[in-house]
């Protein structure tokens, strides 16, 4: 039995459904914190707070009617928000002004892309079937093996090249223990990332020295879509970014219309939620899967070329710092979706590009504001916020009979 | 050796099983032992060999290397252990490998414990830290405490900081079914920040008195919160009392899973779930005790560090911190049983020190020989993961002619 039982309703009276009430209440805690950033900036924390009681008023009456999720995020949206709300209007605005700008836009993309390309790479392999704990590794490779095709080369498009096939290599030797020896492949996915790790890191001490990178290695040009004097918001948001940026943001209907709208898709999908059935109408799933994490090794080497040829422009020891967990965390928040993990990394993306500029106020509030993704993503597993559906088959190894 | 009844990886239970032959039990657990053993021995080869190869490549001579990791580890003081004076380099280089070993004895008995319940925990990092954080916070205040009880108290604080860090992922596995990999990891990351946030600047760990410090670090524990040190200078990172406490765990972890019934119970969820479901035991109870028994370990390595040899902590040494993760490959080479736990936290805790701090050589510099652990504990790692390829290949031989009349067997049947 369904825990509220469900009557036609006339057109106002839909509006009055806990559902209903529960997303004003939602809204209501983003208005509370709408109030206190610029343009508006309300001075006294007296108008957010009474938008975020509001808000809370509609998620505990979503509560009480059975709205469990939509009510539960209204109480969350409103406690945040007006917290955030009233620690801004506390603030000078002048600080604020620095935290809250048109250039937040460009930084959070700029965040957001290692994220998207590693989070695209992580949808491929586990809709074939096989998880992907070596995102982190594949980016490792990377951003070490591309900066030095850069340097190399002389060229960024090699580098990035370079860097994307040191991915798609550690990728099937995840491959060929996942799928070919059916070994464990979370075991698999940490042993990978161990590997970067060493590799990278002994061949930056054994190439250079364990110093910086030589200055002035070939770097991925701006695509320059204002003048560069412009100041308007679209020139200051999206009028100076990356090349690999846009290629990022294309990859990500791109890879929609390829799982979802192709033939090939519908074939990587077979492999990860049913294997015998794929392999049953004559689908090669071996193949699939090999074919499916190098993809995936290679757009997780793409995020950490852009990290270092593209935006860094330097390497260091573990330089991409637990990056690839958080776009494993954007795969599981999307549902295994591309749109829906590049809004998740958009969200990271953010909330990284905030963190930076927090220091202003304080070191402590940036720390916390750094662990945002990864307490948001244990939320969204323990299922406050929607349910996560994995692939029926993710994760298991396919004997072929 | 304890029973090995570790939760295996891939479809080899079920080979063992067609495989069983005519003496069922004892002779099934004699076959498994053996590969127990022939396993870990074979990767930890195998690695390392790549390892030589890769030492090669890049122009180093890898035997000189070797030694110089086995002399960096102190491992030739083993040679003449009657000479403990701790001013000569090798037993200087033992006691601070076996220093090393304490921790991944913990760290890999956190990763051992949730594997027998069939879960893994990657969260062992994370609790290590949160251990780290809570016996700093013990040892620093409630300095007037008489010298045992601050010490227990600051062990048993780390150890269930650790349980309710890991507790966390197996109240959720329990609850809702989230995958412990998922949530641990993100744990992991949680205690990372946590840690850079109380001992940066202005952090409540972080001490008044070194404000003016460049690099934030905390305030030392109280020497009545210090583990008594047997061996070594405690000023020079003396070997601790928490070495015993380490062994203890072993014998510890070793009863409980096979002389208690919650050992039993755990064994029989790693086993298989729906069975253990149907013998009438609550799984999901099992899936939280295993994995808060498992971050207790990890809590408790942070503790022991803690409060014996590291004193105080920063911001740097909580982004440096990995040697939880270490613990995963400690028990993984170790089949996740008591005694190859033990070996296997010393052939790390030798390959950690000799590799680093210890290392002495004109053929390999430290720095570079620091990143060689890493990629052999992946390759040791990876290994492991895939023992199916090294038993497979071992018993094709006598598999397949067992398999030959049992085939013709099945084929007659059919045929009828």
């Not at chain 2, 890049?58 to 000479?83: F, M, S, V």
Request: with cysteine; net charge neutral; proline share 4%.
């Amino acid at each position: 039995m369904s825990t509220y039982v469900g009557t036609v309703r006339s057109g106002a009276s839909r509006f009055l459904e806990p559902k209903a009430i529960g997303i004003l209440g939602i809204l209501f805690g983003l208005l509370a914190l709408w109030l206190a950033i610029p343009p508006i900036a309300a001075s006294s924390p007296v108008w957010p707070v009474i938008a975020g009681l509001l808000g809370a008023m509609c998620g505990v009456i979503a509560l009480s009617r059975g709205a469990y999720r939509v009510g539960g995020g209204a109480i969350a949206s409103a406690v945040f928000g007006a917290l955030l709300a009233y620690l801004a209007t506390r603030s000078s605005s002048a600080k604020l002004d620095q935290v809250v700008d048109a250039s937040l836009i460009a930084q959070m993309l700029v965040f957001a892309t290692p994220l998207t390309y590693a989070a695209l790479g992580g949808i491929f392999s586990e809709r074939s079937g096989v998880v992907n704990i070596g995102l982190e590794g594949m980016m490792l490779m990377g951003a070490f093996w591309g900066i030095w095709g850069a340097d190399k080369t002389g060229s960024w498009f090699w580098g990035v090249a370079i860097g994307a096939l040191s991915g798609g290599l550690l990728a099937l030797v995840h491959a060929f223990f996942a799928i070919s020896l059916r070994a464990d492949q979370i075991v698999g996915g940490v042993a990978v990332n161990f590997l970067a790790l060493g590799i990278t890191g002994y061949f930056f001490v054994q190439l250079y020295h364990g110093n910086n990178i030589p200055i002035g290695v070939a770097q991925v040009p701006d695509l320059h879509l204002t003048s560069a004097s412009s100041t308007s918001f679209f020139g200051n948001s999206f009028g100076n970014l990356n090349y690999m940026i846009w290629l990022a943001i294309l990859l990500v209907p791109l890879s929609y219309v390829i799982l979802f709208k192709t033939p090939v898709g519908l074939r990587i999908r077979a492999c990860g939620e049913h294997p015998r059935a794929a392999d049953t109408v004559g689908i090669n799933v071996y193949l699939v899967r090999y074919l499916s994490v190098v993809l995936s090794g290679i757009l997780a080497a793409l995020g950490g070329a852009y990290l270092t040829v593209g935006y860094l422009n330097t390497f260091n020891e573990n330089v991409t710092a637990g990056r690839g967990f958080i776009a494993l965390a954007a795969v599981i928040f999307g549902n295994w979706r591309p749109f829906g993990a590049f809004g998740a990394t958009l969200l990271f993306g953010l909330s990284t590009a905030i963190a930076f500029r927090l220091n202003v106020y304080s070191d402590q509030a940036q720390t916390l504001f750094f662990a945002l993704p990864y307490v948001l993503t244990l939320i969204a597993v323990a299922g406050v916020i929607g349910r996560t559906v994995p692939p029926a088959a993710d994760g298991r190894p396919y004997k072929k009979q | 050796m304890s029973e090995p009844l570790a939760p295996q990886h891939g479809p080899e239970p079920e080979e063992i099983a067609e495989d069983a032959p005519l003496t069922p039990a004892s002779r099934l657990a004699a076959w498994h032992r053996a590969g127990g053993i022939i396993t870990p021995l074979v990767t930890v080869l195998v690695a390392f060999l790549i390892g030589g190869v890769v030492i090669a490549a890049t122009g180093h001579d890898p035997l000189q290397a070797y030694w110089d990791i086995i002399k960096g580890a102190g491992l030739n003081w083993l040679a003449h252990p009657w000479d403990t004076n701790i001013a000569h380099t090798a037993a200087y280089n033992f006691s601070q490998t076996l220093l090393q070993t304490t921790t991944l004895i913990l760290c890999g008995l956190a990763v051992a414990f949730a594997f027998r319940c069939g879960l893994f925990n990657i969260g062992g990092n994370g609790q290590y830290i949160v251990g780290l954080i809570c016996a700093n916070w013990i040892g620093v205040s409630f300095v007037h405490m008489a010298r045992p009880a601050h010490i227990l108290l600051g062990i048993a604080v780390a150890a269930a900081a650790g349980a309710v860090w890991a507790g966390i992922a197996g109240f959720l596995k329990a609850t809702v079914g989230a995958h412990e990999v998922i949530t641990t990891i993100m744990l992991n990351w949680i205690a990372y920040w946590i840690g850079v946030y109380v001992f940066q600047q202005g952090g409540p760990l972080q001490a008044p008195q070194n404000v003016a410090n460049l690099v934030p670090i905390s305030a030392d524990v109280a020497h009545s919160a210090q583990l008594p040190v047997f061996w070594g200078i405690p000023a020079l990172q003396g070997l601790h009392i928490g070495f015993f406490i380490a062994i203890g765990m072993l014998v510890v972890f070793w009863v409980v899973l096979n002389r208690t019934t919650l050992g039993f119970e755990v064994r029989a969820v790693g086993f298989n779930p729906d069975a253990a479901a149907y013998g009438g035991i609550k799984v999901r109870t099992n899936y939280l005790r295993a994995m808060a028994i498992s971050g207790a370990f990890a809590g408790l390595a942070g503790g022991i560090d803690m409060l014996g040899y590291l004193h105080h902590y920063g911001t740097i040494d909580v982004q440096a911190t990995s040697i939880g993760f270490l613990g995963i490959a400690v028990a993984l080479l170790g089949r996740n049983t008591a005694v190859g736990v033990g070996l296997a936290a010393l052939l790390f805790g030798g390959l950690v020190y000799g590799t680093t701090h210890g290392l002495q050589s004109g053929t390999i510099d430290p720095s570079l020989a620091g990143h060689l652990t890493e990629i052999i504990q992946g390759l040791v790692v990876l290994f492991v993961g895939a023992d199916v390829l090294i038993l497979a290949v071992w018993n094709s031989r006598r598999k397949l002619r067992r398999r030959e009349p049992q085939a013709a067997a099945r084929a007659a049947e059919v045929e009828t």
